[in-house]
């Protein structure tokens, strides 16, 4: 595999310096705004600490807008929902990576326009050995604080918020609304999507949750549900014994972190994973693959590539790995599309909308959006927060992005009790079995899979030791499932996002957002998993297990590996999967769980914002979705 990706939109030559300028004079050119591209919740949140440094360095990730087809192909929302909707000509038909450039990104010559424009200020196209990093909705340029001011008239000020220093723009970007470029007036402005990169605060994490129990020592054995269990509990076993593996699909792991491949072999090889698919590393702007992703980032990535690869073993996995960086985290999802090697990709890294413009929100959703036309089924981690993603630095209701984009599954969690004290099996999901839940100290009785709240430990904290409400709320609140009500794609965001949720979200409580989580899979740390690293600070090359984990890192994972299965039994890429799944949600393919909240939403029947529709019943759930497709 290649050590980076990079797609020129435009001649190598005109991409890979700074264009000569043969446009119109700025003071002679009316403007327009990019709206949606100041992170105003943030801003009013920090403190102003005056102008950034005018001479410091900046880079920018500059969306390109989906262009209007002129082949006679739909409109891209309306392609997304034809290739998932049984009956339609377009039903599965997706596009190539050049397909969709083609049709939809836009002209090599528009965005030359835009280069020649930025050019004048010095802003210059990022770089790898020589050749642009662009793709085909956006490029990467760099230039100084004080050029990126005069190009898009704004203003960066140095703010600071919960002790973390950064920059950001305080007013939208504008943008010459009829630019001459080699005598062919462009409307830069209706051509640039959103800007990512002139605010650099950046409160991307892992969706990682750990009992307080866990050491730094390590373990030379594992503790947790295995991928058996995992695989029994959620009814997968039927499609293996059809020969169901995952086999002709690819699992794209989209994180930010390096890990050691070997660890997720030792991992397979001690669980008995007889694992045939193969696994490669793909470097994302320049991102090392083999540099050290010592903490718990890299086991992030080990995670990942362990439970979606043990759930299908046939399937072939490519691990892209971006630098921890705003642009980067936006580079990271357009190599997946762009490559166009996977039918389903899993990402657990995400942060809460409170720290982002919608135009972030949107630009990473665009990247979801090609995936959707070229068939992949795109599946995010939730979060861990529950009804509070931004905690706590943020104490109100939130969600994460990317789980609240529009064309991606977001992946929630629940709490799957053991049978008995005695029996770590799970309780059989979908039943009204009594299990109990291990906590230092003794064990909790629960009856059935709940949505995952950590509100039931309340009257078992003195069992953690905990005693004061400071540690208590540091320690316990608010974690579980997150889930709620976006506040970015609305019904009255900066774009008209009608098309592209409210299709398919059919059963949720309100129409005028998008509605998270839509899946669930077990996450509670205490009914949880091991993971495999030998590169952790939680472990050592001799002591390499980890116990004592969750989260929704996990539920996202496993749900990817479910989407390989799906893929293979129904014959071939599901793509925007979510319809399919929504429209079967009353058929058995999931357990509908009515218990738990997530610190403020209670689950019940029906969708929910802790669970969403539900954790699988994978073989029927199979079944029905083939029922569905049927003509």
Known sequence: MPSRLLYAVAAAPLLAAPLAWTGTAVWAMPVQQIAGNVPTALINASSNHGPASTSASVTLFIGFNFVTPTNGMPSLPQFIQDTVTPGSPDFHHFLTESQFARTYAPSANAVAALQSYLAQYNITPVTINGQ??????????????????????????????????????SDNPTLPTAYNYQ?????????????????????????????????????????????????TAYNVNPLYNNHITGAGETIAVATLAPFIPQDATTFWQYYGIDRTG???????????????????????????????????????IIVYEAPNTTT??????????????????????????FFVPFSYAYLLNQAFMQGAAEGMTMIAASGDYGAYDGYPTDKNLSVDTPASSPDILAAGGTTLPQISATNNNPIVPGTNQTGTIPIPGGQIPM?????????????????????TEQIWHRDIFPIGSTGGQSQLFTNTSPVDT????????????????????????????????????????????????????????????????TVALLDQYLGGPQGLLNNGLYQVASSGGFHDITAGNNWYYQAGPGWDYVTGLGSPNVAQLAAALKNWMAP
Do not use: C
């Not at 209706?190 to 002139?198: D, F, K, P, Q, Y």
């Not at 470097?283 to 995670?303: R, W």
């Not at 999802?333 to 942060?351: C, F, K, L, P, R």
């Not at 009856?447 to 905990?466: D, T």
């Open 132 to 169: 642009p990093v662009a793709y085909p909705l956006g490029i990467n340029v760099q230039g100084t604080v004080g050029n990126v001011e005069k190009a898009f008239q704004v203003s960066i000020n140095n703010y600071n918020f919960g002790g973390r220093s950064y920059i950001a723009n």
């Open 328 to 353: 980067g985290f936006v580079d990271l999802y357009n190599a997946v599309a762009t490559q166009d090697q996977a039918q389903v990709m899993t990402t657990s890294w995400g942060e809460s909308e």
């Open 498 to 561: 009608q098309n592209l949720y409210q299709w398919w979200q059919t059963g949720t409580p309100t129409e005028s957002s998008r509605n998270v989580p839509d899946v669930a899979w077990n996450a509670d740390p205490f009914t949880g998993y091991a993971i495999y690293d030998t590169n952790s600070v939680y472990t050592s090359p001799s002591a390499g297990w980890t116990n004592g984990w969750g989260g929704t890192s996990f539920a996202a994972p496993q749900w990817a590996g």
């Open 447 to 467: 009856v059935g899979e709940q949505g995952w709240g950590w509100s039931y430990l309340l009257p078992y904290y003195a069992n953690f030791g905990i005693q």
């Open 278 to 316: 193969t696994l490669s590393e793909v470097g994302v702007d320049g991102q090392s693959t083999t540099a050290s992703g010592y903490g718990i980032g890299g086991s992030e990535t080990s995670l990942d590539v362990e439970r979606s690869g043990a759930l299908a073993p046939g399937a072939n």
């Open 183 to 231: 005598g062919v007036t462009y409307n830069l402005a209706a051509l640039v999507s959103g800007i990512a990169g002139m605010s650099t605060y950046n409160g991307l994490t892992t969706h990682l949750v750990r009992q307080a129990t866990v050491t730094q020592a390590g373990s030379t054995s594992p503790s947790g549900y295995s991928p058996q269990q995992m695989a």
